[in-house]
């Protein structure tokens, strides 16, 4: 499958992007939350939605920064309302590993914060064995 080609962003979108991965680097929770509005809503994987600053903090405080990657696919942007859409992946993995939808508000003249984050994984997990299963075996060639 072919991977969608990236669309550059205007340098206030792109701020947002870059802000991002930043953070995430540094596994800053705080820095990560304060990119999202007041309201703002994270929506991820295999989880409930989280709403409002604090709450995404608290997702985010202990966990080790990693070299993420984000790249736009499409976005808008007008006075008050825009979007970016795009793909993710870490460090210099060749393709995305999933996708991302980010909603954006602003106060005219002010930056664009996150009002919602929404991301999804390209492959299904992997799923794990039952604890009591045993652990598959391989028959030798030519034992059958």
């Not at 669309?7 to 792109?14: G, I, M, R, Y």
């Not at 696919?73 to 999933?98: M, Q, S």
Request: net charge neutral.
């Amino acid at each position: 499958m072919t991977e969608l080609s990236d669309s550059a962003l205007p340098a206030d979108l792109d701020r947002v992007l870059r802000d991002y991965e930043r953070a995430w680097r540094a596994g800053d929770a705080k820095a990560i939350a304060s990119l999202f509005t007041e309201d703002g809503v994270l929506l991820q994987n295999h989880r409930p939605p989280i709403r409002g600053r604090p709450a995404i903090q608290a997702v985010y405080e202990g966990q080790p920064g990693s070299p993420l990657r984000l790249r736009a696919l499409a976005y808008a942007g007008g006075d008050t309302v825009g979007y970016i859409v795009g793909g993710y992946r870490y460090g210099d993995a060749p393709h995305d590993i999933g996708k991302f939808t980010i909603t954006l508000q602003r106060a005219p003249g002010k930056h664009w914060l996150i009002s919602s984050d929404m991301d999804s994984m390209n492959a299904p997990p992997k799923p794990r064995p039952a604890p009591d299963t045993p652990a598959p075996t391989k028959t030798p060639p030519g034992s059958h």
